[in-house]
């Protein structure tokens, strides 16, 4: 302390300064070490504060009394303080003061107080230790994790240095040891905000609040000091998927008062309620056939959602999507706010929804086909997939067309993979387009053209041919002339004898000889006989028989060879005896 300076005003009188010998000499009586003093301060140097206390000799006060305290702030000149009187240094002319001394004596009696009297005192958190923290309140106060706030503390290094209100729930003046809590001062701060708040709010009312955390189902908002639930099914009218998509810790909001419930502490706040509900009159704004703008909110395996305005979503069905006979997922078409254009399929205001489609708001792809393409033109493309009752071949992006068994091949085929594999490319005549259907006809075997008008030009009734047995019915069998050309044999027309049922006298795979007796082009169908091509065969090989003869034949010869002859057409003809007609 040797930079206290010795003071002396030269402009006092002689009466001036007995005047203040006389003060001190009152005031020295009356104070003496240990004791708290007032005093002004005169003037600050780099190690000490001076301070006239009404004395002969100035008080000094180490800066680091200030510096040190709870505050960290030096006084000013013309600055009240208040100190300690500790001793009286003559060989330095000043009397030694301790503001520390001072203010530690103040915070023991301010902290008997505030204990006894359940007061609120103020102090600054300066250490972390195991199960608490050290708050310094005038005197270094132990302050439990438990209560250093309403909520678990889960960055406890943060709150070094901060300066918080307490209340004394433990104090003991011999050992002057404190226990401090800054939860119980937040506890009745906040019964006192809730019970204002409660007081004030009503429903309907229209309050400024602070969002202060978000979780899945909503954001809690602090509307005085009161926090409020703000659900996610009251922030919009739209479909949200998270309150972090509109809202953020520390934003300021304003919300509506739905309700409360005083005795719960429940209070439940909205947003969207502060604009009007869109869906109101939703039926008058939009009508089926419509084509409005909107933008992708949200895909599903199901379809995909369009918002058509704020707050008004509609669904797309994905058999809406596109007019692929394919169910395409939606994820492989669109994607989160894309922009489309839809057309209104159905309004309903009362379930609020409203039906969208994707396809319908584009013209169909087979109108532009029929236009492009016409029946008898001849398409490429690729087999995609195969059914039990045809094919289908991609003809264009996004349009495929049936082929149908009975259209792949002239021959009849059990399946279609007979002939076709997927992937396969393929040529194909349009048949027909059918838009309303959504039908494209298409056909491989009439690449070949029509084997049945060439049959019906080069055949006649009374040609003998050469046919397989291929199905038995009950009233005749079917057999084949030729690949892609059938005709029937009824069992009138099998053999000479009565025939009740055919499979006792033919087989399947069978092949004989047979007459057409019967041609029907415009309806393709062809009555056989096996019965007149085998009395047709024998008079063939009897005339052959004839010719063959010399001129000595008597008539008697001829008689007996026919009577033979007859004989062996009224039995069956043996797999040899055909096999001789062929």
Aim: hydrophobic share 35%; proline share 4%.
């Amino acid at each position: 302390m040797t930079d206290v300076p010795k003071t002396k005003d030269p402009q006092l009188t002689t009466e001036d300064y007995e005047q203040l010998l006389d003060q001190y000499q009152f005031s020295a009586k009356e104070v003496g070490p240990g004791k708290i003093v007032k005093g002004r301060v005169i003037k600050i140097t780099p190690t000490h504060v001076l301070v006239d206390i009404g004395m002969k000799s100035e008080g000094a006060v180490p800066v680091e009394d200030y510096t040190e305290a709870v505050d960290g702030r030096l006084p000013k000149a013309g600055d009240e303080v208040e100190a300690v009187l500790e001793k009286t240094d003559r060989k330095e002319g000043y009397v030694v003061l301790s503001k520390k001394r001072a203010d530690y004596q103040k915070a023991v009696e301010t902290i008997e107080q505030a204990f006894a009297q359940g007061l609120v005192i103020t102090g600054k958190i300066t250490e972390k230790i195991k199960t608490g923290f050290t708050v310094n309140v005038g005197l270094d106060a132990f302050m439990p994790d438990s209560h250093a706030d309403l909520r678990p503390v889960k960055a406890p290094e943060k709150l070094i240095g901060q300066m918080v209100k307490v209340k004394v729930i433990k104090f003991d003046r011999k050992t002057e040891n404190a226990v401090v809590s800054h939860k119980l001062y937040q506890q009745e701060e906040r019964e006192k905000k809730k019970k204002h708040v409660f007081e004030q709010i009503q429903k309907g009312q229209k309050v400024k609040g602070v969002v202060k955390s978000l979780t899945s189902f909503g954001a809690f908002v602090d509307i005085g000091g009161v926090e409020g639930l703000l659900h996610v099914s009251d922030m919009s009218w739209g479909k949200l998927a998270h309150p972090h998509d509109l809202f953020k810790p520390g934003q300021e909001v304003e919300v509506l008062v739905l309700d409360f419930n005083e005795k719960d502490e429940r209070i439940s706040l909205g947003t969207k309620q502060l604009t009007p509900d869109p869906w109101l009159n939703i039926e008058r704004k939009y009508k089926a056939g419509d084509k409005v703008d909107g933008k992708v909110t949200s895909l599903t395996d199901f379809g995909a959602f369009v918002e058509i305005e704020p707050g008004v979503e509609g669904l797309v069905h994905i058999s809406d999507l596109t007019w692929s006979r394919k169910m395409v997922h939606p994820k492989k078409l669109l994607s989160l706010g894309t922009e489309v254009t839809v057309s209104i399929l159905d309004v309903n205001p009362v379930s609020k929804r409203i039906s969208l489609g994707l396809k319908q708001a584009q013209p169909h792809p087979l109108e532009s086909f029929k236009q492009k393409y016409h029946p008898g033109t001849r398409v490429k493309g690729k087999i995609t997939s195969i059914t039990d009752f045809g094919a289908f071949l991609e003809v264009e992006p996004g349009i495929e067309g049936l082929i149908h068994i009975s259209d792949i091949s002239w021959e009849k085929i059990k399946h279609p993979s007979a002939k076709l594999k997927v992937g396969q490319e393929a040529e194909a005549v349009l048949l027909n387009v059918d838009v309303d259907k959504q039908k494209v006809s298409l056909g491989i075997k009439q690449l070949e053209g029509d084997i049945w008008e060439d049959f019906f030009e080069r055949q006649k009734v009374g040609d003998l041919v050469t046919v397989k047995v291929v199905r038995i019915a009950d009233f005749g069998v079917f057999v084949e002339i030729m690949p892609g050309i059938e005709g029937v044999v009824f069992n009138s027309e099998i053999d000479e004898k009565k025939v009740e049922n055919p499979a006792d006298v033919v087989k399947v795979g069978e092949s004989r000889a047979a007459k057409i007796v019967k041609l029907n082009a415009r309806d393709k169908k062809i009555s056989l006989s096996f019965r007149q091509a085998q009395a047709d065969l024998q008079k063939q090989d009897y005339q052959r028989y004839a010719e063959s003869q010399d001129d000595r034949l008597t008539f008697g010869d001829l008689i007996r060879d026919q009577l033979r002859q007859l004989q062996n057409a009224k039995k069956p003809a043996s797999p040899e005896e055909e096999k001789s007609h062929d």
